[in-house]
Antibody, heavy 114, light 112 residues
Framework: EVQLVESGGGLVQPGRSLKLSCAAS????????MAWVRQAPTKGLEWVAS????????YYRDSVKGRFTISRDNAKSSLYLQMDSLRSEDTATYYC???????WGQGVMVTVSS | DVVLTQTPPTLSATIGQSVSISCRSS???????????LNWLLQRPGQSPQLLIY???NLESGVPNRFSGSGSETDFTLKISGVEAEDLGVYYC?????????FGSGTKLEIK
């Protein structure tokens, strides 16, 4: 059974950092591009970042470029999102998903507030 | 960025009724490789999104065949042939042809 389990969310002050993790199982992790998608409270879906099979290529939406870093560890079947200089507008549920969007995690909430 | 406009924003249907959702793109989604990367997802209340249709008309494994997708270039449609109670939720189209990936604003399906 495919599973994507996110962790690392929580309440953080503006300007601080947080690192999200996503543990994958049930499929060959290194065969998939991976991505993070977020959803602000009561809002729609928004792509955040993607990473290639070996981590050699990364892609970001403009609003997080230079503040967020997506990475992966294929040996641990894990995906990460390092979020620095957080802003209130980053408040959202963050989903880990395969690059083909066929598998999704349950999501982890990130709240940026003083 | 590519803007995906979904209509209607809200849809109310009875069990067994057939419904359609439109997704119009601000640019052609036909990629240079010949594929069109337009997907449909469903987010049921309190759940994560679920892929229903990929590349316009391909049914994702395990998805009931009452769901179908059609369209080309800039105009796309998701059809549900015989709505069931479990189909309630918000439907999103999304495109992966142009960077950045973008999603439509969603269509909420309610069951009468």
């Amino acid at each position: 059974e495919v599973q994507l389990v996110e962790s690392g969310g929580g309440l953080v002050q503006p300007g601080r950092s947080l690192k999200l993790s996503c543990a994958a199982s049930g499929f060959t992790f290194s065969d998939y591009y991976m991505a993070w998608v977020r959803q602000a409270p009561t809002k729609g879906l928004e792509w955040v970042a993607s990473i290639s099979y070996d981590g050699g290529s990364t892609y970001y939406r403009d609003s997080v470029k230079g503040r967020f870093t997506i990475s992966r560890d294929n040996a641990k079947s894990s995906l990460y999102l390092q979020m620095d200089s957080l802003r209130s507008e980053d408040t959202a549920t963050y989903y880990c998903t395969t690059g083909s969007f066929d598998y999704w995690g349950q999501g982890v909430m990130v709240t940026v507030s003083s | 960025d590519v803007v995906l406009t979904q209509t209607p924003p809200t849809l109310s249907a009875t069990i067994g009724q057939s419904v359609s959702i439109s997704c119009r793109s601000s640019q052609s989604l036909l990629d240079s490789d010949g594929d069109t990367y337009l997907n449909w997802l469903l987010q049921r209340p309190g759940q994560s999104p679920q892929l229903l249709i990929y590349s316009v008309s391909n049914l994702e494994s395990g998805v009931p065949n009452r769901f179908s997708g059609s369209g080309s270039e800039t105009d796309f449609t998701l059809k549900i042939s015989g709505v069931e109670a479990e189909d309630l939720g918000v439907y999103y189209c999304m495109q992966a042809t142009h960077a950045p990936l973008t999603f439509g604003s969603g269509t909420k399906l309610e069951i009468k």
